[in-house]
């Protein structure tokens, strides 16, 4: 049976309304009725567009089309600023078998069929009552270097289990289903520019909605080389010959609104030549000094990308991006789990290895979570319902490398439902990210942000 059919139907509504929501050339979409509004729906969308040109970058939050020829040189010259990159694992990741309680006498009872055995996974080494998931040994590796930073039970007070607001909750860093803006967007609102889209970039062909600004540009581009012109039926030298065509067709008109087109192609072929080196070197992984894995997914391409893009040094801020595989594992959980968090492990290596080989490994902090976690008794279905703490992780060189929280166990720590109880909250972990890595104000960008402690995240 196709694993893909067993996640429930809430997760494939809210998949599909996220999509929607800045997919270019869709639109915006409508919100179903009782459905709280996505971050990022009321941002308006501008693709640099002239005539049947398109480019494969998509600009949010420009208003009049504000161009960004300063913002993108400061990459030859800008400062290198801290980067985060936000890593989304869709569906509720079971935190109970990521770090599974092994010698728990209540985790084979709650789980006859799916616990998984002592000796599959590594020992988890800041608490040994845990351990790792046999896929996520390279993680593991990260750990034992000092450089991933574990929440074995993070999540929020009152846990909402629906995907579309728990999920919602994450990305607006609030519990507030009002909000529209993301947590990470609030930030460049108030330490980014206008001119430099690239402070808030969504590897994705549409916009993550952590990084909905209300008042500064922010991106989404698939893949560092994907930005290109296309017209229908040109390719090869004519295509090169009509690009390079297009680049001197900035000079100033009379027209205003003719001026303003002209401008917008003359810095979406800036921007062009900035990427193009990326397009000759992605079939052997943008340069890199580290293989990473081999798979049609797109996430270790994006990875290996991202790196090459840091490495050019363009001026790059915050990052979001989302994992393989589904991880509402309704059914079929073990083969699901294990090939999502498979490939996700084994490319946040290569990415961690790449920085470290170009020497950028200081400047960069990769969060990856989940909008919560699985219920603690499996299902009829050889699966796990949804949760409510989950687990996350911070990995970097400059990730402080200690446990934040505790695992509560199973004999007290389950709540009412049957479900983990939290033991950090998401809104204290991005408060720390914002003030010890970010270098902003928390109380400014997260709603109740003096109520939440601040664990040490950075060294």
Not at 186 to 215: E, F, V, W
Not at 270 to 294: E, H, I
Not at 345 to 372: C, M, N, P, Y
Not at 449 to 458: E, G, I, N
């Amino acid at each position: 049976m196709d694993r893909s059919c067993h996640h429930c139907n809430e997760f494939s509504r809210a998949s599909l309304l996220r999509r929607g929501a800045a997919e270019a050339g869709r639109g915006l979409p409508a919100i179903e009725p009782g459905m709280p509004l996505p971050a990022g729906t009321g941002l308006d969308r501008r693709s640099f567009v002239s005539g049947a040109l398109g480019l494969a970058l998509s600009v949010y939050g420009l208003g009049k089309l504000k161009l960004f020829e300063d913002g993108i040189a400061q990459a030859a010259s800008g400062p290198s600023q801290p980067v985060l990159v936000s890593v989304f694992l869709p569906g509720g990741a079971d935190s109970l078998s990521v770090l599974y309680p092994a010698l728990d006498p209540g985790y084979r009872k709650l789980r006859p069929t799916l616990a998984l055995a002592e000796s599959a996974g590594p020992v988890f080494a800041e608490d040994t009552r845990l351990q790792w998931h046999p896929k996520l040994e390279p993680l593991a590796t990260l750990h034992g270097e000092g450089k991933v930073s574990v929440m074995p039970a993070i999540g929020y007070t009152h846990p909402d289990q629906s995907h579309f607001t728990s999920r919602h909750f994450w990305e607006v860093g609030a519990t507030d289903a009002r909000l529209t803006s993301g947590w990470m967007g609030r930030y460049l609102d108030r330490h980014g520019t206008r001119d430099n889209p690239l402070q808030g970039l969504s590897l994705d062909y549409q916009l993550q909605p952590a990084l909905a600004s209300l008042k500064v540009p922010v991106a989404s581009l698939a893949a560092p080389d994907e930005y290109t012109f296309g017209a229908p039926g040109v390719w090869g030298e004519v295509e090169n010959r009509m690009l390079e065509a297009l680049g001197p067709l900035g000079a100033h008109r009379s027209d205003p609104f003719l001026d303003q087109a002209a401008k917008a192609t003359a810095q979406s072929d800036r921007l062009r030549r900035q990427l193009a080196p990326f397009a000759k070197n992605s079939d052997n992984g943008f340069g890199s000094p580290v293989p990473y894995p081999a798979d049609d997914s797109g996430f270790p391409r994006q990875l290996a990308g991202l790196a090459a893009m840091l490495a050019a040094n363009l001026p790059l801020r915050c990052v979001a991006l989302t994992a393989p595989g589904e991880y509402d594992t309704h059914a079929d959980q073990p083969q699901a789990l294990a090939d999502g968090l498979d490939l996700t492990a084994r490319t946040l290596l290569s990415f961690q290895r790449d920085l470290e080989a170009r020497g950028l490994a200081d400047r960069v902090l990769t969060l990856v979570w989940s909008e919560f976690g699985r219920r603690g008794e499996e299902n009829g279905s050889d699966g796990t319902d949804h949760g409510a703490a989950g687990a996350a992780f911070l990995i970097g060189s400059r990730a402080r490398g200690q446990m934040v929280g505790e695992f509560p166990g199973l004999t007290n720590g389950l709540d009412d439902d049957g479900n983990l109880r939290p033991t950090s909250d998401f809104r204290g972990v991005y408060c720390s990210l914002l003030e010890q890595w970010l270098g902003g104000d928390a109380s400014a960008v997260i709603p109740g942000a003096k109520s939440f402690s601040r664990p040490a995240l950075v060294k």
